[in-house]
């Protein structure tokens, strides 16, 4: 990443470069609140003074200056003739719904709990969670999440699954699974996708029960109950069997929330529930299989999400890292596609043995 850029830097200029890093924190709050406030979005419509935007605003001078200042040495926004007036960052603001998504998701989720980084990396587990709630791990509590933490983290998570699911959907269904087992099937947004590409397929839909009871729900509405098994489990639970019976099992999203270890477990009990020749499909977002720096990014500090707010011992992996554990637990990698919707690979595995 970024190696380039990082060779040809002047000691003057990573010196600024690494000032950028150190008041990051000051730097996001700032043009986040400034966007909250409208104000970003009052300049997209045209540049305007300090007086136009307090007056429209009902902001002191002070607090106005202070924050548009540091949209200024952000690039976010410019002063032109005593007008404030907005820049191609401040755009992204207003207007693209990654940056939206990723701002919220940082603040609402994140912010609180990245103070107790440190102790969590140490303990591997998620201390800055009970910023949250009294749970373990966030998923116990995804649906009870207080607002706005429940709306950014659901935002956060299908923007990036939802953009991936209609390309991978017809490499599934081109195995032609008829019995699909949908491990970590959350609310049941890809049960549905497949419920409604195929009519004969059934789903098993696998996850903690807090989840599939929003699931049950979402299928009951559209009509779907009746091809559908739900199967609550705990994936860490020690005596952990999946339901058999199933010639493809589908993870989205899903093994990025546990160890490494924990993986291998996970494969390995999904290989014992599958007859030889049955199908894994994994979809995941990797940081070593994206094609842009801003992907790989966005992906690589997602994971001290997974540290201090999750489960304490998970994160965004490298491809190479699940494969390795999914050979180990008895698969073989029939075939990868990279680049599906935002920065997805689907990694078809087929059971060994006759
Ligand atoms: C990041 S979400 C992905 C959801 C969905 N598959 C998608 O692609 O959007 C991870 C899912 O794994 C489930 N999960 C996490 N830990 C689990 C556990 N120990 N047992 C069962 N499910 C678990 C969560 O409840 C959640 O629904």
């Not at 307090?54 to 607090?63: L, N, T």
Request: with cysteine; net charge negative; charged share 20%.
């Amino acid at each position: 990443m970024k190696k380039k850029f990082i060779a040809e830097l002047t000691a003057f200029q990573a010196r600024y470069e690494a000032q950028k890093i150190a008041f990051g924190p000051v730097v996001f709050q700032c043009v986040r609140i400034a966007w909250k406030k409208g104000l970003l979005n009052s300049l997209a419509q045209g540049a305007m003074s300090s007086d136009q935007l307090i007056e429209k605003h009902q902001i002191s001078v002070y607090a106005l200056h202070t924050l548009l200042e540091s949209c200024l040495s952000a690039g976010v926004v410019a002063m032109e003739d005593n007008c404030w007036r907005l820049e191609k960052i401040g755009y992204m603001l207003v207007n693209d719904k990654l940056t939206q998504v990723n701002f919220n998701y940082i603040n609402d989720v994140c912010w609180q709990g990245l103070f107790e980084l440190e102790q969590s990396l140490d303990a591997e587990e998620p201390l800055g969670l009970a910023h949250l709630g009294p749970w373990k791990t966030i998923y116990e509590g995804l649906s009870d999440l207080p607002e706005p933490a429940k709306t950014s983290w659901f935002e956060f998570d299908h923007f990036y699954s939802d953009s991936a699911f209609p390309d991978a959907l017809a490499k599934v269904f081109a195995a032609a699974p008829q019995r699909l087992m949908d491990v970590g099937a959350n609310t049941g947004k890809w049960a549905l996708q497949c419920l409604r590409y195929n009519s004969d397929v059934e789903l098993t839909l696998v996850d903690l029960p807090i989840q599939l009871n929003v699931a049950q729900k979402n299928l009951e509405q559209a009509g779907f109950l009746g091809r559908v098994s739900l199967a609550p489990r705990d994936l860490l639970a020690a005596d952990l069997a999946f339901p058999k019976g199933h010639d493809a099992i589908w993870m989205s999203q899903f093994l990025s929330c546990f160890s490494l270890a924990e993986i291998g477990k996970i494969l390995e009990r999904a290989a014992n529930a599958l007859s030889a020749g049955g199908k894994l499909f994994i979809l995941d977002t990797f940081w070593d299989r994206q094609q842009y720096d801003i992907a790989a990014f966005c992906l690589i500090n997602t994971s001290p999400y997974f540290t201090c707010m999750a489960s304490g011992n998970s994160k965004i992996y490298r491809a190479t890292e699940y494969i390795a554990c999914a050979e180990q637990a008895g698969f073989a990698l029939t075939q990868s596609w990279d680049g599906l919707g935002l920065s997805h690979t689907l990694l078809q595995f087929q059971k060994n043995g006759t």
